[in-house]
């Protein structure tokens, strides 16, 4: 595994979570980077993406409340969750590449439980 993610747990609603996606190395971000997330009995969702020069893409139900942000050439990058809801309940799963090849990982996923 060379993703991992934390930063999960269970909130009220209208509380705020940091998720973190952790690399063994450092993470390519020309490939650019990215969070998911599955309900259960859903479809795998885009989250936030972040790729090259800085173009940042969120998806429709959590823009204006969800961030992600990366330090180039660290092996880190975020999710900065703020008002939470009921329907943000998921597995949250990042994405990224350590290599220029863009052979992208998945993490194996951190929960968010928010009633």
């Known amino acids: 595994v060379q993703l991992v993610e934390s930063g999960g747990g269970s909130v009220q609603s209208g509380g705020s979570l940091r998720l973190t996606c952790s690399a063994t190395?450092?993470?390519?971000?020309?490939?650019?980077v990215g969070w998911y997330r599955q309900a259960p009995g859903k479809e795998r969702e885009t989250v936030a993406t972040?790729?090259?020069?800085?173009?940042?893409s969120y998806g429709r139900a959590v823009k204006g409340r969800f961030t992600i942000s990366h330090v180039y050439a660290g092996n880190t990058f975020y999710l900065q969750m703020n008002n939470l809801n009921v329907e943000d309940t998921a597995m949250y799963f990042c994405?990224?590449?350590?290599?220029?090849?863009?052979?992208?990982?998945w993490g194996q996923g951190t929960q968010v439980t928010v009633s």
């Open positions: 994405h990224a590449s350590l290599n220029d090849d863009c052979d992208y990982e």
């Open positions: 190395s450092a993470i390519d971000a020309r490939c650019g």
């Open positions: 972040l790729n090259t020069g800085n173009n940042y």
